[in-house]
């Protein structure tokens, strides 16, 4: 019963840890990536206890290595481009000038 829990726990958090290691949220990869290495070090151990062996492992180290290598790409050649911040502020300031105008054009009926 407990080899099939981690079995299954393992597959789990590695299958979300490669899905979330593609998206652009590759930086929470990792705690499932956690989970999944310490599931796979769980039934290795109790692999060798009952002394079985088992394709799962495997498996689940693989994802989890695939998962491990996308995030660390990610974050060592991803670099988020900052736009250009004085056409950021100068679109910031007409703005708030056409909000200004429109206020002032609005007439308030103020008998209510």
């Known amino acids: 019963m407990g080899k099939k829990l981690f079995i299954i726990?393992?597959?789990?958090?590695?299958v979300l840890a490669v899905v979330l290691a593609v998206t652009?949220?590759?930086?929470?990869?990792?705690?499932?990536i956690i989970v999944a290495f310490v599931c796979g070090?769980?039934?290795v151990f109790m692999s060798k206890k009952d002394k079985t062996k088992t394709k799962s492992i495997q498996y689940?180290?693989?994802?989890?290595?695939?998962?491990?290598?996308l995030?660390?790409?990610?974050?060592?050649?991803?670099?988020?481009?900052v736009g250009d911040i004085e056409?950021?502020?100068?679109?910031?300031?007409e703005n708030l000038?056409?909000?200004?105008e429109l206020l002032?054009?609005?007439?308030?009926?103020?008998?209510?």
């Not at 689940?60 to 290598?69: D, K, R």
């Not at 995030?71 to 481009?81: A, D, N, P």
């Not at 056409?87 to 300031?93: A, F, G, I, N, P």
């Not at 000038?97 to 200004?100: A, H, L, N, P, Y």
């Open 41 to 43: 070090l769980l039934i």
């Open 9 to 14: 726990l393992g597959f789990t958090a590695a």
């Open 104 to 112: 002032e054009d609005i007439d308030i009926d103020e008998d209510l």
């Open 71 to 81: 995030t660390i790409y990610k974050s060592v050649y991803y670099t988020s481009e």
């Open 24 to 32: 652009p949220l590759s930086n929470l990869a990792v705690i499932p």
């Open 60 to 69: 689940i180290f693989l994802m989890v290595i695939i998962a491990l290598a």
């Open 87 to 93: 056409q950021l502020e100068q679109r910031d300031e």
């Open 97 to 100: 000038e056409d909000s200004k």
